[in-house]
């Protein structure tokens, strides 16, 4: 039986990993990179020390991705070769789920979950973005493989794979944490079928702990993760839970408007009650339901926790940490899971199943087009803003810019045009003080001054709907473009994704 398996096995896998390869690395360089992506190159294009001072500083990740991508970056500091690392990596979890599923089921519950990853646009988008989260979906997918195994067989071999994984994702994302946490929830709950490895496994994340304890050491030294800088992230509302499930399936670049669209989340929904209602009444055969009973673990208690303490807690030092693509380690378990449904209804009813899955697949391709075609679902376009500037900025000419907008320029290395940093103040009276003190005679010595407003999507999954009118709202209520429509004369205005760019004439 086993011989006969594996050639159908392989059969699939390379055209699987190929289309796969072929998703995440078309139109790579296509979009400009956003503020995260020129800060993920500008951290990694530092010495090692100032690296590992300014991930310190910001407290939002861990330092690993940053120290990969600045080995990477040998290669080049393009917008190809950056997203390139992600690309590669992304793949490679493509491969990984076809052991991780055919652990938890049959060799067709691999070849589903790795093609339901193949064509995840939620997958793909991360896949082809300059930060951790394509990484963080590889080594999570590595650790809970390794861990299912464990689960049958402790050998050295598997502790290794294992141990090592879990140690780099804690030195990638922090969500790792609730990770590690629903793997020990569920070999408590079952603790009698698994008492021995149960204590091996608190003994391995002891070290895991202890080799991972100096970076947390410093986190704490230094103001612990109050100072993070994500206070920016909103509370959660009961329907996150939903739009998460969405997202996780059609992923940010679809219509969360369109009906048809809400229809393909609420039907995964449903195949999700599905699984969790025959794994509660005990109608699968019971080494399979307990893998598929970890696997669920791994979907929901990240999940359910991520989610209550990100609600409006009336706490002094309370933050949310809810955004789906903090969640993205989970996305494996959800496909699982929506595979094993899918194809439980297919060998029960063919027609059904085949039904199931096409009314999946084709919201699935349209926003996989979108991703790649419709620029409405594209990053901010610091790239095209800049190079309005560059090409027609004049002598004299000067920007003016926010604290943090200095990443994207030197990244895109604007020269062409001063910066002047106008720093964020409290009132509209503040800011008039300070230009009229500050600006008021360096603008005068100018012919033109510009000025960038940037809108970043703060939603927690990243839906685009209602952007442009967010962007222009912002424009309005800016208190620099106020004074500078009081004091000087508006040539033009240019608005891109997430960025609006305008232009004053002060002569």
Not at 44 to 55: E, G, R
Not at 96 to 123: C, E, N, Q, T
Not at 170 to 191: E, G, K
Not at 258 to 263: A, E, H, Q, S
Request: charged letters at 15%.
């Amino acid at each position: 039986m086993k011989s006969r398996g594996w050639p159908e096995h392989y059969r699939w896998m390379l055209p699987i990993l190929t289309l796969a390869f072929l998703l995440r690395i078309a139109y790579l360089d296509a979009q400009s990179l956003w503020w995260d992506e020129a800060f993920s190159t500008t951290v990694s294009s530092m010495d090692l020390h100032s690296l590992l001072v300014t991930v310190l500083g910001d407290r939002v990740h861990p330092p690993l991705y940053y120290l990969v991508l600045r080995f990477w970056l040998i290669l080049g500091q393009s917008e190809f070769v950056v997203r390139a690392l992600s690309a590669f990596v992304g793949v490679l979890a493509v491969a990984s789920m076809f052991p991780m599923a055919d652990v938890v089921g049959k060799r067709r519950l691999g070849v589903i979950s790795a093609f339901a990853l193949a064509i995840s646009p939620l997958h793909i988008w991360y896949s082809q973005e300059a930060r951790m989260y394509s990484l963080i979906v590889l080594l999570v997918l590595l650790g809970n493989y390794f861990f299912a195994r464990l689960l049958r067989r402790g050998n050295l071999a598997n502790w290794l794979g294992y141990s090592i994984s879990m140690l780099l994702a804690m030195h990638t994302h922090y969500l790792t944490l609730f990770i590690i946490l629903a793997q020990m929830t569920y070999l408590t709950v079952m603790r009698q079928r698994y008492r021995g490895l149960l204590r091996k496994w608190l003994l391995c994340m002891l070290i895991v702990g202890l080799l991972s304890a100096p970076w947390f050491i410093a986190i704490f030294l230094t103001g612990g993760f109050y100072q993070a800088s994500i206070s920016w992230i909103r509370s959660v509302a009961p329907d996150d839970l939903f739009w998460t499930v969405y997202d996780f399936g059609l992923g940010s670049t679809s219509d969360n408007g369109n009906p048809f669209n809400i229809l393909a989340a609420l039907l995964m929904t449903a195949i999700l009650v599905y699984v969790s209602v025959r794994l509660l009444v005990g109608k699968i055969a019971l080494q399979q339901r307990n893998m598929l009973c970890f696997v669920w673990f791994w979907l929901s208690l990240p999940l359910i926790f991520v989610f209550l303490i990100s609600l409006d807690w009336p706490l002094p030092q309370k933050r949310s940490i809810y955004m789906d693509r903090f969640l993205i380690p989970l996305l494996p378990a959800f496909l699982i899971l929506v595979g094993y449904g899918i194809a439980q209804i297919f060998e029960r009813k063919r027609t059904l199943g085949t039904l199931t899955a096409i009314a999946l697949l084709i919201p699935i391709g349209a926003s996989t087009c979108s991703l790649f075609l419709d620029q409405t679902y594209h990053r901010d376009d610091w790239r095209q803003a800049i190079t309005e500037i560059r090409e027609n900025a004049r002598s004299g000419d000067i920007l003016l810019v926010r604290p943090h907008h200095y990443v994207p320029l030197y990244y895109y290395d604007l020269r062409e045009v001063p910066w002047y940093t106008v720093p964020y103040l409290e009132s509209a009276q503040e800011y008039e003080t300070f230009l009229d003190t500050h600006l008021s005679t360096r603008l005068s010595e100018a012919g033109r001054v510009w000025t960038m407003i940037v809108c970043e999507n703060t939603d927690p999954h990243r839906f685009v709907r209602g952007a442009r009118q967010r962007l222009m709202a912002m424009a309005e209520k800016d208190a620099v473009r106020a004074w500078l429509l009081q004091n000087y004369q508006p040539l033009e205005e240019r608005v891109y994704n997430g960025v609006y760019l305008s232009l004053y004439d002060t002569e």
